[in-house]
């Protein structure tokens, strides 16, 4: 009998199909090594990084201490349900590790970044990833490509500094759907030496935070309601008509309205330089701290290009991840937002930072505070307001 779970992988499989290699062509005693000559590795020393959720980042050296290693990581692909709004929206969700956006991963340029990929067998979609920072098999997504029940495992070099996207591209229309339901995440590739400055001069960061933005795209019933669905595989068919018609339901930062403000938001003190890394696996946005700056923008996320400085709003490509390097001068609430506004405050891309310190009335001062007004501006108002 053909189930509804066959019937997904058969699509699955037959839009894949002209750009995957067949699981023959693949077949290898060196599996990362399809063809070509074996590369020995045997004497670089090897280390196991435990990710860890969004906006958090695994612990790492900002200046490499050890010399070019074999990093290894573990993913497992979870498909779940996931809460999106204060409303109770649901999305039918797929994810690396159980987070939108998945886990940044942090390795030094000259490392080689080995990845086990589980797909367990409770899920019901073939799975795979594609990172922008690889070369070769489009990004690791023709070696990857995975059944529920499967493992595999990919090695590629980091050969070029900076922050990537890393997302599912299971082939045809797998690819948006996997992507705008929460399969992406981010890579930061750092040069061994550290960041540097537009002037060459090095930089560091007292903190790091990851925001993964995200469209998304709920199908509504006939009372305009949004519709949940019992599994991915149902939701399959409504999400794409909404997806074509490219208009976003939600615009989110790290998975939900509201997943980085008032309980969750972001923590820092004034005087400390804060790395704000951001992607957007699927679509433009254009990042935003209000009341402050960025210091210094990386806004492509290549750390080979010197960075821009004192950014008021910066763009990140759809497809691209970007960092910024602030250090915040004042203490209070700041928004962190992409600056479409309508997507920031009704659709949600909207972070909060709250900053401890001392007020610096240097900087900004409320020289009288809001009173009465105490002359009369009536004729200068009616003037200014006659028609040319
Ligand atoms: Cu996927």
Request: charged share 20%.
């Amino acid at each position: 009998m053909m189930t509804r779970r066959t019937a997904l992988m058969a699509a699955a499989m037959a839009a894949a199909a002209p750009a995957a290699i067949s699981k023959t062509a693949m077949a290898s005693d060196e599996s990362m090594t399809p063809v070509g000559a074996k590369v020995d590795l045997s004497a670089l020393p090897r280390k196991k990084v435990s990710l860890v959720a969004p906006p958090f980042v695994h612990e790492h050296d900002q200046v490499a201490k050890d010399p070019p290693s074999i990093v290894e990581f573990e993913m497992l692909v979870i498909e779940k349900e996931h809460e999106i709004d204060e409303d109770g929206t649901m999305l039918q969700g797929m994810t690396f590790e159980g987070s939108i956006p998945g886990p940044l991963m942090v390795v030094h340029e000259g490392d080689y970044v080995e990845l086990t990929l589980i797909n367990p067998p409770e899920n019901q979609m073939q799975h795979n990833i594609d990172f922008h920072s690889a070369t070769g098999g489009l990004g690791g997504g023709a070696l990857t490509l995975i059944n529920p029940g499967e493992k595999t495992v990919l090695r590629f070099k980091a050969d070029r500094p900076g922050t990537f996207v890393y997302h599912c591209a299971p082939g045809g229309p797998m690819i948006p759907w996997h992507v705008v339901t929460g399969m992406s995440g981010a890579i930061m590739i750092l040069p061994r030496d550290g960041l540097k400055d537009d002037q060459g001069k090095p930089v560091s960061y007292d903190k790091v935070y990851y925001i993964g933005e995200n469209d998304f795209y709920i199908p509504k019933d006939e009372k305009g309601d949004y519709k949940r669905y019992e599994d991915i595989g149902s939701s399959y068919g409504d999400t794409l008509e909404v997806m074509n018609g490219l208009i976003p339901t939600h615009v989110v930062f790290n998975g939900k309205v509201g997943a980085l403000t008032g309980d969750n938001a972001l923590k820092a003190n004034v005087g400390e330089n804060v790395l704000i890394v951001h992607s957007q696996a699927n679509r433009d946005t254009r990042p935003h701290l209000i009341g402050g700056h960025g210091d210094l923008v990386w806004e492509t996320g290549k750390f080979n290009n010197p960075p821009q400085r004192d950014n008021e709003t910066w763009f990140i490509r759809g497809g691209s991840a970007g960092a910024a390097l602030y250090k915040f001068r004042q203490p209070g609430v700041y928004a962190y937002v992409n600056h479409n506004l309508i997507e920031a405050v009704s659709l949600g891309a909207t972070a909060h930072f709250v900053v401890e310190g001392e007020w610096d009335n240097d900087l900004m001062a409320q020289v009288l505070p809001p009173s009465p007004l105490e002359r009369d501006v009536t004729a200068i108002y009616n003037s200014k307001k006659a028609l040319p």
